[in-house]
């Protein structure tokens, strides 16, 4: 079992930045990709960016390129999402999951999920 644990979401204002820390813990998962994921309440997860755990190569969603970076520490077991430039259409509760390739945005590849913290960007 892997379990995640998300911190730093909060209240901020459009144009403010955030920063939300994914802390990992339990048996290794090799080289797999860690991912952050958000939903609004009655839609789908949508897939914001993922993180190779050994090769930390990265991807994201077009809707953050360039305003968010994620990126890990492995020594903290800590994958973290730097997110800049925030728009009101960024509010959702943020999840991070462990799961399988860098270029696998479904949720259902993704095995282990935390609770999730809620972001609310004003306008």
């Known amino acids: 079992q892997v379990q995640l644990a998300e911190s730093g979401g909060g209240l901020v204002q459009a144009g403010d930045s955030l920063s939300l820390s994914c802390a990992v813990s339990?048996?290794?998962?090799?080289?797999?990709?860690v991912a952050w994921f958000r939903q609004l309440p009655g839609k789908e997860r949508e897939f914001v960016a993922s993180?190779?755990?050994?090769?930390?190569?990265?991807y994201y969603a077009d809707s953050v390129k360039g305003r968010f970076t994620i990126s890990r520490d492995n020594a903290k077991n800590t994958v973290l999402l730097q997110m800049n430039s925030l728009r009101p259409e960024d509010t959702a509760v943020y999840f991070c999951a462990v799961g399988g390739g860098l270029l696998d945005t479904l949720p259902e590849l993704y095995d282990f999920w935390g609770q999730g913290t809620q972001v609310t960007v004003s306008s």
């Open positions: 993180i190779r755990w050994r090769a930390g190569t990265t």
């Open positions: 339990g048996r290794a998962f090799g080289d797999r990709s």
